[in-house]
């Protein structure tokens, strides 16, 4: 009896030592990926910072562009250096200036065969989209950024792409409001880089 008795106390003081490193070691476990997972969180946002810093400095590259036609704005001398830009970049799906009472002015549409100009037949008034609302809400010299969605305005033909919309507002020399001008970044490259980063985690990449 007094064999049996020793050998069941060991046998609990074991099992007791091995629940104790078991959860020492599942503890162990969880921090590592915890920390793992908040560094892979810190390089996706580098990546999107870095990128909404980039397009913000398009951004305002494409408004000093629309003064440089002068109070009468040229409009054919815009459209060509928004086209060439358009080209280069090869990231943005439009560049408008949308006037404060919501038509669309000018539309530059970036094409792999080649950006172009929408005529006049395929302006239309943006009044009511709340990226315009938001955009002329604004105080002055700020910008909007939209959330990443997917693009309602594409033709109907085409799948729906991610985007994000950047506009600053445009003024008279009297100080008025003149409109908006407004890019539609195609963020599918900026996702590429955030799947390739999230590849090293062996969870679900969620954007919220």
């Known amino acids: 009896m007094l064999s049996l008795a020793i050998f069941l106390t060991l046998s609990l003081i074991f099992m007791a030592v091995s629940v104790v490193l078991q ?27 870095g990128k909404i810093d980039r397009l913000t400095r398009d951004l305002l590259y494409i408004k000093d562009t629309w003064y440089i036609g002068g109070p009468e704005h040229d409009y054919a001398n815009i459209k060509q250096m928004w086209l060439s830009f358009a080209n280069r970049s090869k990231n943005y799906e439009r560049l408008r200036f949308i006037d404060k009472d919501g038509n669309e002015v000018v539309c530059v549409r970036y094409s792999s065969r080649g950006s172009f100009v929408d005529n006049s037949s395929r302006l239309r008034n943006r009044r009511g989209c709340s990226y315009f609302e938001d955009a002329v809400s604004l105080a002055e010299n700020y910008i909007y950024v939209s959330r990443l969605d997917l693009d ?57």
Not at 24 to 47: H, M, Q, Y
Not at 165 to 190: F, H, N, P, T
Request: proline share 4%; aromatic share 4%; no cysteine.
């Open 23 to 49: 959860n020492k070691s599942d503890a162990v476990a969880r921090t590592e990926v915890i920390s793992r997972e908040e560094r892979l969180i810190e390089v996706e946002k580098t990546i999107v910072t």
């Open 152 to 208: 309602a305005e594409q033709e109907d033909y085409q799948p729906r792409r991610p985007v994000i919309r950047l506009a600053v507002q445009i003024r008279e020399s009297s100080g008025k409001l003149a409109g908006v001008v407004l890019l539609d970044y195609l963020a599918d490259d900026m996702l590429k880089q955030v799947r390739r980063a999230a590849n090293t985690s062996p969870y679900d990449l969620y954007l919220l």
